[in-house]
């Protein structure tokens, strides 16, 4: 993983003591996004906005523990980016979140990143598939969240939240170079108790799926469905 607390450190003013008191920041990505001059650009550009908010929220916890006089700890926010399929158009990265903040307990989150290598920038699975795949995609992806869910003792949710507004990846499950699965990124509360965690969604795209996607390069149905 490429170095961040390090080059965060690097780029914090005098208080950075103080801030560090305040919050354990880390992010980090793999070197293979390190390898590619403008997704690194991209990839610093999203460190370097990362700890505001997180630093501002830590300011107000700390300065209302006082008022309460009520101990405060240090709050964390760890985001660590990893590749999860690659092609020769494509990196697909998601990125893990873990944050305190001096709640009843730790929380978790998540991000995707799509990054074009022909046109050199970011891109979505959202902007990929467009919002007609997403709403053929939606019943499987109900169907199999229901099931995970179930399957943890959980009860699935009475409606089933959007595909549309989850964190979406892509995986190449056989490495053949072809994305042929949407890989979902649910983290708790969205589908079931925080007790029953995060889950993840795999769902393969059927054949025709991709019939009215534009740019299609990378991306292909599974053979057979």
């Given at each position: ?7 965060l450190?690097a780029a ?8 560090r ?14 390898a ?7 990839l ?9 908010e997180a630093?501002?929220n830590a300011?107000e ?6 008022d309460?006089h009520v101990p ?6 760890h ?5 999860e ?5 494509y ?24 990054w ?8 979505s699975v959202?902007?990929?598939?467009g919002p ?13 969240l229901?099931?995970?869910?179930q399957?943890r ?8 939240p959007p595909?549309?507004e ?6 190449d499950?056989?490495?053949n ?7 979902v ?7 079931a ?8 969604v795999?769902?393969?795209l ?5 019939a009215?996607?534009?740019d ?10």
């Amino acid at each position: 993983m490429i170095a961040l607390a390090a080059l965060l450190l690097a780029a914090q003013p005098a208080g950075a003591a103080a801030e560090r008191a305040l919050l354990d920041f880390r992010y980090d990505w793999p070197a293979e996004a390190e390898a590619i001059p403008a997704l690194r650009t991209e990839l610093q550009r999203r460190r370097r906005a990362a700890p505001d908010e997180a630093l501002a929220n830590a300011r107000e916890t700390s300065d209302s523990s006082r008022d309460a006089h009520v101990p405060f700890h240090t709050e964390m926010h760890h985001q660590s980016w990893s590749v999860e399929a690659r092609n020769g158009r494509y990196l697909a990265l998601t990125a893990d979140i873990r944050t305190d903040q001096n709640g009843a307990h730790p929380n978790r989150g998540f991000e995707a990143l799509i990054w074009d290598r022909r046109r050199n920038r970011p891109t979505s699975v959202r902007a990929l598939l467009g919002p007609a795949v997403l709403a053929r995609l939606t019943p499987a992806f109900c169907s199999h969240l229901a099931a995970a869910v179930q399957a943890r003792g959980g009860e699935p949710p009475s409606h089933c939240p959007p595909l549309a507004e989850q964190v979406l990846s892509f995986l190449d499950q056989d490495g053949n170079g072809r994305f042929e699965t949407v890989h979902v990124l649910i983290p708790p509360y969205v589908a079931a108790s925080y007790a029953d965690g995060s889950f993840v969604v795999d769902v393969l795209l059927n054949r025709g799926d991709l019939a009215g996607v534009a740019d299609r390069e990378g991306l292909e149905e599974t053979p057979g469905r």
